[in-house]
């Protein structure tokens, strides 16, 4: 939230410097983000007096001007104002000045052949409005050599971010509430006219929505001039909070709203019909809004609607047509109170952010329909002219005030300093609170944050001064530190490091993907689907990480890298059996591009293939603490992957530990990236975990004696998995058999049609003594045999 100097001392009479008043905020939980001093914009513009204009000799549209500074002989300045003239008074920007719109640094220089020593400004040039048909006039008054910033009386500029707890302070005048009760000076109240009103409202103000409106205030204004512009102080006050003037009746309720927190709405009586009516929308129902675009409404929603249909989104937005233009004579002031809950809803809903719903879902002040009806229509009466009629009044105010039993030794308990009762009373007090002698504290109404004790405390230690909470350390347990990292964070750290250790860089991509992509890999599971996205390319939780990874990977290759080595470890999605969420953590892999670069020694470049993948899988699975020897390799890795260069790794039929392969081609165009594409996805909750792992390491102790290799060559079904051959080897004979590795396989001549030739080193550990050949025969008898059982036949 943006506000001037200038209009924070309309509502609190202080001497206090820009800095004390930033202090002050910061310290009473107002967090000043910048302050921007529109006289360091300013700076090198001054008010000079025109005092001869002639027209340029190669130039039917520039004029050279004489321009007196107010110092030193006067300056010849080249101009294409069609206002320009002797005897008026304007801005000059002399050289070295920086014009505020463009940037622009003035420099003496020659335009057409005629020398120019600045440049008479408009009021756009300078950022002081939309104007830019001339340059800008000044009062005859106007002191000649003035610099322009302090004519103009420009004023520092504070942005503050407001927490969403205190809509109260979403005006200025709530602001230098805050100020005054931190001691930097006086409130001063705004005090409201009677408005002299003779005849009744025409119009008839109703609210249907007692729910979603619970009060609805309207009054006629007849005879209003719209052509004028607003008043200068409060155009000035306007931009100085980011606001553009757009015309008089429109600049009064942008008035209302940053300078009380209360939005408003005009509405051109001519463009209404019928009475004026807070309703449900109806299913179906369109608005177009302020913003030109059109909105689909449902019946959770109140709008503000007549004969005609709806005109406006209640406390969101205002509707196209029925806005006050420079036309409009008679209109009709509207300020109600709207439920926070259904603004915060409807805004969602329709993803139509705007100031006035940022206020109103926060909470307005109640207690402020007739003052806040009464101080617009001043300010339009003051500016516009016209005749008020009698407000007319529709529903009830929830006006009754919340009432805390308030313990002041809480202050000490809770906030943790000392504070004198007499003080609390004070700021409490000050703050608008009415404090009984037995300590009952009666809330305003506006402050909706206030819910019990506690917030009082806050209240009180924030004005007092956050800065007198002393820092204090939390209490730490004698002797060594506890760990504090789970089981869970601990496999995650370690996988990180073996992952990185391995030569793939990790990537953190969103949690959020389209829907499509998401849908492509849900495998059939219920997706998260999020109501209010950040775009609709964000709009479902990820069921697995490899699409992100893939984008990241195609992000590489479109800018020309070779390959990409991915990983992540997160979360994956889904909803639970009971519609609750259901997050799985899982590691993801993704091998794009080359493996090796193209080089003398290697000819062509070398891709990733699926062995690559189940390499990847393998060794982070065995970081990770899973009993890789009993794994099972089996398919079922999923449409997304190629059917035949892809498995699942497995405890037992159905606990899939992890997948891994190439990408099916299908997926790869539906990501639209190149292939091959390898992928690994491991899913960590399914890992088991260790039984009776100690804090040590257990004792290593080399073997005493020398293993021994055998090999053996199988004949073997052509479609049998190799990996099975290998645990049914390894099985033969567990205490005597340590490794089991195929070292060969060949097809073709000499093997049979529809098999395989398969060969398997065995390493053999002898324990205390050394094998006999009759214990190593005995040992192969066993390998034979049960290999044998999975279809194999000892090659002869």
């Known amino acids: 939230m943006k506000f001037s100097l200038e209009w924070l001392k309309y509502f609190l009479d202080t001497d206090a410097s820009v800095a004390d008043i930033a202090a002050a905020l910061n310290r009473i939980g107002h967090e000043v983000e910048g302050i921007e001093d529109p006289a360091d914009r300013l700076a090198g513009f001054r008010v000079a007096k025109v005092l001869t204009a002639d027209k340029h000799p190669d130039a039917d549209k520039l004029q050279v001007l004489t321009v007196d500074t107010g110092e030193g002989d006067p300056l010849q300045v080249v101009c294409g104002a069609p206002n320009a003239r002797a005897g008026m008074k304007g801005v000059l920007g002399l050289p070295g000045a920086v014009v505020p719109a463009n940037g622009m640094e003035l420099r003496k220089s020659a335009i057409r052949g005629v020398e120019s020593n600045g440049m008479m400004c408009s009021v756009r040039e300078l950022e ?136 408003a709405h005009v509405y051109d009586l001519a463009k209404l019909s019928g009475p004026v009516v807070a309703r449900r929308a109806r299913n179906g129902e369109t608005v177009e ?88 229509t001043s300010l339009i009466l003051k500016t516009c002219g016209g005749t008020p009629t009698e407000v007319a009044r529709a529903g009830e105010v929830p006006a009754e005030p919340k009432v805390i039993a308030f313990d002041q030794h809480l202050t000490s308990h809770l906030g943790g300093i000392d504070v004198a009762q007499d003080e609390q009373r004070a700021i409490l007090e000050a703050l608008d609170f009415q404090v009984g002698e037995d300590w009952q504290v009666t809330c305003p109404l506006r402050r909706h944050d206030i ?81 209010n996205p950040i775009s609709e390319d964000m709009k479902a939780m990820r069921p697995s990480l490899i699409p992100g990874l893939l984008s990241a990977a195609k992000r590489n290759a479109d800018r020309s890298a070779d390959g990409s080595r991915l990983f992540e470890i997160g979360r994956r999605y889904f909803r639970g059996k009971d519609g609750a969420s259901d997050e799985k953590p899982t590691l993801g892999v993704v091998l794009a591009g080359d493996k090796t670069s193209r080089g003398w020694h290697g000819g062509k470049a070398q891709g990733f293939d699926a062995y690559d993948a189940k390499a990847e899988a393998i060794a982070l699975l065995e970081a990770a603490g899973a009993p890789v020897a009993n794994l099972m390799v089996m398919g079922g890795a999923g449409d997304q992957f190629h059917p035949g260069q892809s498995a699942t790794l497995r405890l037992g039929p159905k606990n899939v530990l992890a997948r891994f392969g190439a990408l099916h081609p299908k997926t790869l165009k539906a990501f639209d990236i190149d292939g091959p594409v390898m992928a690994v996805e491991i899913f960590l909750d399914s890992i088991p975990a260790k039984k009776g792992a100690g804090f040590a390491r257990a004792h290593y102790a080399p073997p005493a004696l020398q293993s021994v290799t055998r090999d053996f060559a199988f004949l073997v079904p052509a479609d049998l998995a190799a990996g099975d051959l290998v645990k049914a080897v390894r099985g033969a004979d567990k205490k005597a058999i340590v490794e089991a590795r195929v070292f060969d396989v060949f097809e073709g001549q000499g093997v049979p049609e529809g098999q395989k030739s398969v060969a398997v080193e065995v390493t053999l550990q002898p324990g205390e003594k050394s094998f006999t050949d009759a214990e190593i025969k005995a040992i192969s008898d066993k390998v034979v045999a049960s290999a044998a059982r999975q279809g194999a036949e000892l090659r002869g």
């Open 128 to 263: 002081l409005g939309e104007e830019h048909d001339g340059i800008i006039e000044l009062p005859e008054d106007a002191p000649i050599g003035q610099t322009f910033a302090e004519y103009h009386d420009a004023s520092p500029v504070f942005d503050v971010a407001i927490t969403p707890n205190r809509p109260d302070c979403m005006g200025v005048q709530g602001i230098a509430r805050d100020l005054a009760a931190a001691g930097l000076g006086t409130f001063k109240p705004v005090e409201v006219s009677e408005i002299e009103a003779r005849d009744p409202c025409p119009v008839e103000i109703r609210t249907d929505d007692a729910e979603g409106c619970p009060a609805f205030y309207g009054r006629v204004i007849r005879g209003v001039d719209n052509t004028k512009p607003s008043p200068e102080w409060m155009q000035r006050r306007l931009i100085a909070a980011g606001q553009r003037p757009i015309s008089a009746l429109v600049d009064a309720t942008n008035y209302l709203m940053l300078a009380f927190g209360r939005p």
């Open 451 to 531: 819910e019990g004790p506690a917030d009082l405390v806050e209240e009180v230690v924030r004005i007092h001064g956050l800065d007198h909470v002393e820092s204090v350390a939390l209490p730490r347990v004698e002797g060594v530190a506890r760990p504090t990292a789970s089981p869970q964070q601990k496999l995650e750290r370690k996988l990180r490091r073996a992952a990185a250790a391995r030569g793939l860089n990790e990537a953190i991509t969103w949690s959020f993907l389209p829907t499509s992509e998401a849908e492509y890999f849900a495998d059939g599971a219920q997706l998260w689907v999020l109501d």
């Open 289 to 376: 809004a302020l913003n030109e675009k059109t909105y689909t409404l449902d019946d959770t929603m109140t709008v503000i609607a007549d004969d005609n249909g709806v005109h406006d989104i209640a406390g969101i937005m205002g509707g196209e047509h029925s806005g006050a233009t420079e036309a409009t004579t008679d209109v009709l002031l509207e300020i109600a109170y709207f439920d926070p809950e259904r603004i915060g809803v409807t805004g969602r809903e329709l993803g139509l952010a705007s100031d006035a719903r940022t206020r109103f879902e926060r909470g307005v002040d109640p207690d402020f329909l007739d003052d806040g009806l009464a101080i617009l």
